[in-house]
């Protein structure tokens, strides 16, 4: 086998927003943050949550709020 050719890794603590943290192997870097994982991600829970990420929700709801119903 070639020496010196796989990348270096590192053991990572991930981190969700939701609070959810958990060590793994990885070649990101030891501090990995993120959104959503499968603690809070709906697919995973059997709950439906609206993650808004920049803002999207409103801009739909501003965008398309005003259409009367039929």
Same mark, same amino acid.
């Given at each position: 086998?070639?020496?010196?050719?796989?990348?270096?890794?590192?053991?990572?603590?991930?981190?969700?927003?939701? *609070?959810?943290?958990?060590?793994?192997?990885?070649?990101?870097?030891?501090?990995?943050?993120?959104?959503?994982?499968?603690?809070?991600?709906?697919?995973?829970?059997?709950?439906?949550?609206?993650?808004?990420?920049?803002?999207?929700?409103?801009?739909?709801?501003?965008?398309? *709020?005003?259409?009367?119903?039929?």
């Amino acid at each position: 086998m070639k020496k010196d050719i796989h990348p270096k890794t590192f053991e990572a603590t991930i981190r969700c927003h939701c *609070g959810y943290e958990s060590k793994a192997a990885s070649t990101k870097g030891e501090h990995i943050d993120v959104e959503i994982c499968a603690n809070c991600h709906p697919f995973y829970t059997g709950k439906q949550r609206l993650i808004d990420t920049a803002g999207r929700i409103d801009r739909f709801n501003k965008k398309y *709020g005003n259409f009367k119903k039929n």
